[in-house]
């Protein structure tokens, strides 16, 4: 059994990554629109050419993280040695220098490549780490229930504090510079949550065969894994939805609803704006989804409760097009309604990478648990690059111009990202997980089985 400490160790993790991830999917688009001053179909090509890049260095990080020995693990080192780069290149994405057309390209490509690479080199093992810290299915689903919970309490966080902070830090100053300063503050709080997920956590989970396999071997494993297959489908599916709904939150608000119009809301002596709450409400709500799917799972089933989420927010998704600028209690309540699926989804999905693992260890004898869980990842900026580059060329596509009146024909392109857009993403991720095959039933076999052959493999 896993103390409470343990648990919220790992959930630090999430926290961390998920603060800079949030700041990447709801305002990075937008700053480099209307912020650093590049072209929206420009940057959504950025966006995808790097995260696929960034999507195939995924598995590099798994491979090497499955052959890392240390008196601390094989995942956790990674923790301690890369926080502070992980906070320090996120701030230099935010630095606006004073280059040319090309010059500000060019640094964008670079600092977001070096950002997704450091992302990847902590997150994966971090990932990998459920995969270790206990063999129990059950306790899994905990321990991602934990992790999203986390994950979305940072995110929450950041999206709350980040404009306000940004507004005050601008003050006296100029608008990039608050930019920077609140990404130096959202990075501090970074590196103190990995280093308290690194001292807190243990690993546990040792593979029954103590020989590393070779590098073919486990590509060649991972290749035939079916469910692998399956989930990294559907986790692509399930963020492109993501994507879209987030990438585009600000430019519905500031285009749309033109949150300029409404007085903002002050909090204890903090100025909030629409699209700030409308976001922190949003992850507020996940959170809420990330505590049902544990019970709800384990009641239901993976699959059922996975596609029934989708099913809710697929068809709230689509009401969403239909609603007015003034209609805002109906914008926040579709939004909370549909973050909850959302929220409900992604614990499922770390637990069933997991399950990957033990089912491919059964399968073959071999356990590459970096390796299955960098799929986790790579699917993450996979479907983050598909629906960020996607924003981009529809923005330019429908006729979008940074900082000015936008015309009925963009506004039209806009109210399709939070609605039609994302609910093509949650009706391919149904169709994916409904072909999963580790029920909790044929679950409960693997680990059996897997349990038999430990107890054997120590009385040899």
Same mark, same amino acid.
């Given at each position: 059994?896993?103390?409470l400490k343990?648990?919220i ?5 999430d926290m ?8 990447f ?5 937008i700053?480099?629109t ?15 050419? $790097?995260? /696929?890049w960034?999507?195939?260095? @995924?598995?590099l990080?798994? !491979?090497? *993280?499955?052959? %890392?020995? +240390? ?9 301690l ?11 230099? $994405?935010? /630095?606006?220098?004073?280059?040319? @057309?090309?010059?500000?390209? !060019?640094? *964008?490509?670079? %600092?977001? +490549? ?21 063999a129990?299915p ?12 986390? *994950? ?21 100053h ?15 709080m970074?590196a ?5 997920c690194?001292a ?5 989970v ?19 894994n ?36 409404y ?46 989420a ?15 600028k003034?209609?805002l ?35 073959t ?62 009706i ?20 059996d ?5 430990r ?6």
């Open positions: 059994m896993i103390a343990e648990k160790g790992y959930g630090f993790g961390a990554s998920s603060m800079f991830w949030k700041l999917g709801s305002y990075l688009m700053f480099y209307d912020v650093f001053g590049l072209p929206a179909a420009v940057v959504g090509t950025m966006f995808l050419i $790097t995260r /696929i960034d999507s195939g260095f @995924d598995p990080v798994g !491979i090497v *993280a499955d052959r %890392t020995h +240390s008196r601390w693990g094989k995942f956790r080192p990674y923790l040695f890369l926080a502070i780069p992980f906070a320090f290149i996120g701030v230099l $994405t935010f /630095i606006t220098p004073d280059f040319s @057309d090309t010059g500000k390209l !060019i640094y *964008a490509y670079v %600092t977001y +490549s070096l950002m997704m690479m450091v992302y990847s080199a902590i997150n994966v093992p971090y990932a990998s780490l459920l995969g270790v810290m206990s129990d059950k306790e899994r689903n905990t321990l991602s229930t934990y992790r999203m919970a986390f *994950a979305y309490i940072g995110s929450f966080i950041a999206l709350l504090l980040f404009m306000p902070m940004t507004n005050w830090f601008s003050v006296g100029s608008e990039q510079y608050g930019w920077t300063m609140s990404v130096v503050v959202i990075g501090m970074c103190i949550l990995f280093y308290g690194f807190w956590t243990r690993e546990r040792k593979a029954i065969n103590a020989k590393q396999s070779s590098l073919k071997t486990d590509l060649k494993d991972l290749l035939y079916r469910p692998w297959w399956i989930l990294l489908g559907a986790g692509v599916a399930a963020l492109v939805f993501n994507s879209i709904r987030d990438g585009a939150t600000v430019y519905y608000f500031k285009y749309f609803i033109v949150e300029e119009d007085q903002s809301i002050s909090l204890f002596g903090v100025s909030f704006v629409l699209s700030g709450l409308y976001l922190a409400v949003g992850q507020a709500a996940n959170i809420v989804g990330v505590v049902l799917a544990a019970p709800v799972s384990n009641r239901l089933g993976k699959n059922k409760t996975y596609m029934g989708m099913v809710i927010a697929t068809i709230f998704s689509i009401l969403f097009y239909w609603l007015d003034g209609d209690i109906w914008i926040f309540t579709l939004q909370i309604i549909i973050s909850i699926c959302a929220g409900s989804i992604f614990p499922l999905l770390w637990s069933m990478y997991a399950d990957c693992a033990d089912y491919s260890e059964l399968k004898g071999n356990r590459a648990t970096g390796l299955i869980f960098s799929s986790s990842s790579m699917s993450q900026k996979f479907g983050w690059a598909i629906g960020s580059a996607l924003t981009g060329w529809l923005l330019a596509y429908f006729g979008f111009r940074a900082n000015e009146v936008q015309s009925v024909e963009a506004i039209h392109g806009i109210k399709l990202f939070l609605s039609w857009l994302p609910a093509v993403g949650t391919l991720s149904i169709i994916f997980i409904s072909m999963y095959p580790l029920s909790e039933k044929r679950m409960k076999e693997i680990t089985e897997l349990e038999q052959k107890k054997e493999k120590q009385n040899e």
